[in-house]
């Protein structure tokens, strides 16, 4: 059974602090993927890895980075945490081959104050 | 880029269907997910289609028109369980692209009794 575990369900914040959520996942796959969900915009990409120590830009980057040092752990950064942050953050995992689909973790719901 | 359109919200009759249209308009095309959402949980995979026609898979089924930038989801003998948010996602043809999926806003179906 895949498993995709986060290290916070819950995490409160305040502005200007730098912020870090990991991500683990135990079947040895190449991509990993981080989101935010937020009411009326669905699941947005932040950022996504298809290697260690690769990363590429998602459709919203900007005030965000990550780091792959070992394939099953991806960490998403936030630098100095603002506000409009606040959101419920997935993160998945997939292979590259087979029907590519994606294993979400259970999502760590960030409150920026 | 990408656009991928599903309605915002259905209701429906235990024991009856459902069918969930999503329209994509994307600068390639490399398969289609349906995903299931319930409320305050991780995303979980449905159904994946890359060729025309229909996917059977017990009560759920999703069929695909690639001519047509069209796919639809149907969901047979609604349970009070199926109330959930349902996620339309298409993949990126980009080989470089690790499996990077677009995802809809996602179709709260509520069914009642």
């Known amino acids: 059974d895949v498993k995709v575990t986060q290290s916070s369900r819950y995490l409160v914040k305040r502005t200007g602090e730098k912020v870090f959520l990991e991500c683990v996942q135990d079947?040895?796959?190449?991509?990993m993927f981080w989101y935010r969900q937020d009411p009326g915009l669905g699941l947005r990409l932040i950022y996504f890895?298809?290697?260690?120590?690769?990363?590429e830009k998602g459709d919203i980057p900007e005030g965000y980075s990550v780091s792959r040092e070992k394939k099953e752990r991806f960490s998403l950064i936030l630098e100095s945490a603002s506000t409009n942050q606040t959101s419920m953050y997935l993160c998945?995992?997939?292979?590259?081959?087979?029907?590519?689909?994606?294993?979400f973790g259970p999502g760590t719901r960030l409150t920026v104050t | 880029g990408q656009n991928i359109d599903q309605p915002t919200e259905m209701t429906a009759t235990e024991g009856a269907i459902v069918q969930i249209n999503c329209t994509y308009q994307?600068?390639?095309?490399?398969?289609l997910f349906w995903y299931q959402q319930h409320a305050g949980e991780a995303p979980t995979f449905l159904s994946y289609?890359?060729?025309?026609g229909l996917e059977e898979k017990g009560r759920f089924s999703s069929f695909l028109s690639r001519s047509k930038g069209y796919s639809y989801l149907l969901l047979k003998e609604l349970q009070m369980k199926d109330s959930a948010s349902y996620l339309c996602a298409v993949r990126d043809p980009l080989k470089a692209a690790g499996n990077k999926l677009t995802f809809g806003g996602g179709t709260r179906v509520l069914v009642k009794p």
């Open positions: 998945a995992s997939s292979t590259s081959d087979g029907t590519y689909e994606q294993y």
């Open positions: 289609n890359v060729l025309d």
């Open positions: 994307t600068s390639g095309f490399n398969g």
């Open positions: 079947m040895d796959h190449e991509n």
């Open positions: 890895s298809y290697d260690v120590k690769m990363k």
